[in-house]
């Protein structure tokens, strides 16, 4: 036995709230940086590539100008190339080309210049597509090691977690890595040239390249504030972006309900409200934007006139070559854009490492159904389907049980109907049957096996269930009777179909069993939705079968095609009914009737008609197709 007397017997305790938090912008965590790194690390050769191609990039993006400024300049037009400047070799290189192509210098520079900027250009192509491979496969990698991850996760913990907020992780919180990456991508290639372009400055002129590097500080000053602004901005956007939505959303899944009590003006009110707070944030951001790019072009520009003030002067006086003054005006963006996207990136940074803590949060959300560290296997082809409830007592909430000390069993082979009044613990109690919950106090056995001892997958494999709402995967209707089950064929679907009647109105669609079924399946009634439930489950044929019968009310003649599917479908397996008909419960060998989460009485209708008990009174009150007749029959 698997029984953990010192556990309590509901399911975990967790803090589910901490899921639901909002997570705001977070300080750089190079812990995060390191976990993500986890998923480049298979890249890492194309990484490593990447890396190497942006730096041979942005050298020969320092060149061009000094080839232009040094060689064209100094050395061609102004005819004195001061030999005491650094060249980088390139002087030595045109007279090269001059000589063997037999061009004048002029048509030797160009050459040398064309071919250093498409070299230049193939080299930063191929480094932003090496860089987006490394980024789109690792992250391809990380969601999906998140969705495996949520799949896993157990009822109890979508019980208490909003599945938009599972959803947001999966989509949105990695699309924000995606964007940081590519952003670290884009950084690598604007600091490398940043460095080199300050290499080659110094080499040309210290105390020029010392003016320039003392206004820095104003861009970094004028960035920083002008991105805590924004910040607050974006985030004020993204808020009403995510109001819009949800907004949006009740409205039009709840259109007939939104039309039939005549909210349409209202509801609009309420969406111009939002919307026009969405559209004056946005027009902040861009005032913010515009003011931000205008005051960094003035202060470029001042950097220029501050170079043309000093560069000149010494070019006058002739201890700078008008070159080298010339290099320097175009080394300016060089160092300016640097600033500009890093300040870019400081908004997607901090966005991201909140995306980073809540993807972290979910993978490492390790609640989960306890599995038998050595499960029993079971390798019969076919297990009678024996059910013992013994003593089984549980609560979702600790110190709240809904079932109490359950004890009772079902032979192999027979129907049991479960009836009870709504909150008696039926559905917990074939939920428990299905492992979707751990419990502690009390087991069920299959076949004299202890359930806890089996792994879930071996059980659910044993279990055939019918909810009362069919779950529609997108696909055909052919994929949603078979499942993608490599076990079940497609002439199997079709029979199990034709088995329980359903084939009849599969046919008379437009393209049959390949018909496509929309989101929710709201192109087929309660009644067809029903049969292509009973041809799933015939189709995977199990030893058990548990049934949580619709309550909807469905027309006579489906009703009648559902009973008849349902002596099918139950015909040589244990079936558990949650029977709401009195039909349905006729069907069964026995009833046991739950109230207030305990056994009140099981037996056959007759015993139980006899008891005059909750059964008696339940099926005068509650069924739903108690004719006048039948009630007669009752009392
Ligand atoms: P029935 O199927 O007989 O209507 P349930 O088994 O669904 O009853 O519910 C039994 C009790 O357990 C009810 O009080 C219900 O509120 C509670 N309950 C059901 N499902 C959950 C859940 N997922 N989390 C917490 N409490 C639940």
Redo the contacts with the bound molecule.
């Keep these: 036995m698997n029984q953990k007397a010192d556990k309590d017997h509901t399911s975990e305790k967790r803090d589910h709230s901490v899921f639901e938090a909002d997570i705001e912008g977070q300080a750089m965590n190079l812990q995060y940086l390191k976990r993500i790194a986890g998923w480049v690390g298979p890249h890492k050769r194309l990484a490593m590539v990447s890396i190497i191609l942006v730096v041979l990039a942005s050298a020969l993006a320092v060149l061009m100008p000094v080839l232009l400024s040094r060689v064209v300049v100094d050395g061609i037009l102004m005819d004195s190339p001061n030999s005491l400047l650094p060249d980088f070799g390139l002087f030595q290189l045109n007279q090269w080309v001059q000589q063997f192509t037999g061009f004048s210098e002029i048509a030797a520079a160009c050459i040398v210049y064309g071919s250093f900027t498409l070299i230049c250009h193939t080299l930063y192509h191929l480094h932003r597509v090496s860089l987006a491979r490394v980024v789109l496969f690792s992250l391809r990698d990380m969601r999906q090691d998140l969705f495996a991850h949520m799949e896993l996760r157990p ?2 913990f979508y ?2 977690v909003a599945i938009g907020r599972v959803m947001t992780r999966i989509t949105n919180d990695v699309q924000a890595l995606i964007e940081l990456l590519m952003g670290l991508g884009a950084l690598i290639g604007q600091f490398v040239p940043f460095f080199i372009a300050l290499f080659v400055m110094f080499a040309i002129n210290a105390e020029l390249t010392l003016h320039l590097l003392g206004a820095i500080p104003a861009f970094i000053i004028a960035t920083y504030f002008f991105r805590q602004a924004t910040r607050k901005v974006y985030r004020l956007i993204r808020n009403t972006v995510s109001q819009l939505n949800q907004n949006l959303q009740e409205n039009l899944s709840g259109m007939q309900v939104v039309q039939l009590s005549n909210r349409e003006t209202l509801n609009l009110q309420v969406y111009q409200g939002i919307n026009d707070g969405n559209r004056k944030h946005e027009f902040h951001a861009v005032t913010l934007e515009s003011a931000y790019g205008a005051t960094m072009d003035n202060m470029v520009n001042l950097a220029l006139a501050v170079i043309i003030w000093v560069g000149g002067g010494a070019a006058l006086q002739e201890t700078i070559s008008l070159g080298s003054v010339i290099l320097f005006t175009y080394f300016i963006d060089m160092f300016i854009q640097p600033i500009r996207v890093l300040g870019h990136q400081y908004n997607i940074l901090f966005r991201a490492m909140a995306s980073a803590e809540r993807i972290f949060q979910a993978l490492d959300w390790d609640e989960s159904v306890e599995e038998p560290s050595h499960p029993k296997k079971m390798l019969i082809e076919r297990i009678n389907g024996h059910l013992e409830f013994k003593n089984l007592t549980f ?3 600790s110190g709240q049980p ?2 109490h000390d359950v004890s009772f069993e079902i032979a192999a082979g027979e129907k049991l109907a479960v009836v ?10 074939i ?1 428990l049957l299905g492992r979707f919950y751990n419990f502690q106090r009390g087991t069920i056995f299959l076949d004299g096996t202890d359930l806890l001892d089996i792994h879930s997958r071996d059980i659910r494999q044993r279990i055939g269930v019918v909810m009362q709402d069919f779950h529609i995967f997108s696909g055909s209707i052919l994929e949603n009777i078979t499942l993608g089950n490599p076990n079940i064929s497609d002439k199997d679907g079709i029979k199990a179909a034709h088995a329980v009647n359903a084939d009849t109105f599969i046919n008379s669609l437009p393209e049959g069993f390949q018909t496509q079924l929309v989101e929710r399946g709201q192109n087929l009634s309660q009644g067809q939705r029903q049969l292509l439930a009973f041809a799933r489950v015939l189709a995977a044929n199990p030893e058990i079968l548990i049934l ?1 019968e619709a309550t909807a009310s469905i027309d006579t003649e489906t009703e009648q095609l559902i009973q008849n599917a349902l002596k099918i479908i139950m015909k040589g397996r244990t079936s558990i009914l ?1 029977a709401h008909r009195l039909k349905t419960i006729q069907e069964a060998d026995r009833i046991l009737v ?1 109230k207030n ?1 305990k056994v009140k009485e099981i037996g056959t209708h007759e015993e139980l008609i006899a008891n005059k008990d909750v059964y008696y009174t339940l099926s005068q009150l509650q069924f739903q197709d108690v004719t006048s007749k039948d009630r007669k029959s009752l009392s």
């Design positions: 009822s109890s019980d208490r609560g979702y909430e809904v079932l009870g009044p709504t909150g008696s613990g039926k559905s917990t109690l939920r949580d949650i739950l989460g």
